[in-house]
């Protein structure tokens, strides 16, 4: 049972052919961990999408999605942020779109311990402020705003998959949140 959401740009690649091509080449995708800031511009939430896996099983994830041929990294974060969080998330991208880390996934054990069982695939992973309203779309059953220490609890760690949870305290670590 395939609980994705189709794709709202057909004419990329036909499913057929997404499939070959996932088969013979790395696909470029964006991972964006939205936040919430404070004044002084400190991590004091941090929003995680709840989604049914393909097995049926809830999952924890971030705003995630590939990058299309001729889209800017700037474009695709934003397409993914609104088509994830919605459109009054109101996003605050820098100037300057540097990713945190750069995680790769492959679709068997490796040493990056990072798994998506469909594809090799690069995600270039960001921290994005967000300041509006997020109303969660999509795949998305609910975004759930918890601050850093709930985010890093086994409990939350143990319902993340393909090494999710690792990239989630990287971002944080990138942060400056280091308890």
């Known amino acids: ?8 740009y057909p004419g990329w690649l036909s499913e057929e052919d997404l499939y070959e091509a996932r088969q013979r080449l790395p696909m470029v995708y964006v991972e964006a961990v939205p936040v919430r800031l404070d004044s002084l511009g400190y991590v004091t939430e941090v929003g995680l999408l709840l989604q049914a896996s393909d097995e049926g099983q809830m999952v924890r994830t971030f705003v995630s999605g ?63 402020p967000v ?26 760690q143990s319902e993340f998959v393909g090494g999710r949870g690792n990239l989630l305290r990287h971002a944080l670590a990138h942060a400056g949140w280091c308890r």
């Open 66 to 128: 590939r990058v299309m041929y001729r889209e800017t990294i700037r474009a695709a974060l934003i397409r993914h942020l609104e088509k994830d969080l919605g459109p009054l998330a109101f996003p605050q991208l820098p100037a300057s779109p540097v990713p945190f880390t750069v995680a790769e996934y492959f679709p068997s054990p490796s040493e990056t311990g990072m798994t998506d069982d469909r594809q090799h695939c690069v995600a270039l992973a960001y921290l994005i």
């Open 1 to 8: 049972m395939n609980v994705r959401t189709p794709d709202p």
């Open 131 to 156: 300041t509006g309203e997020c109303e969660p779309r999509q795949d998305a059953l609910e975004l759930t705003w918890m601050t850093p220490d709930d985010a890093l609890s086994s409990e939350v």
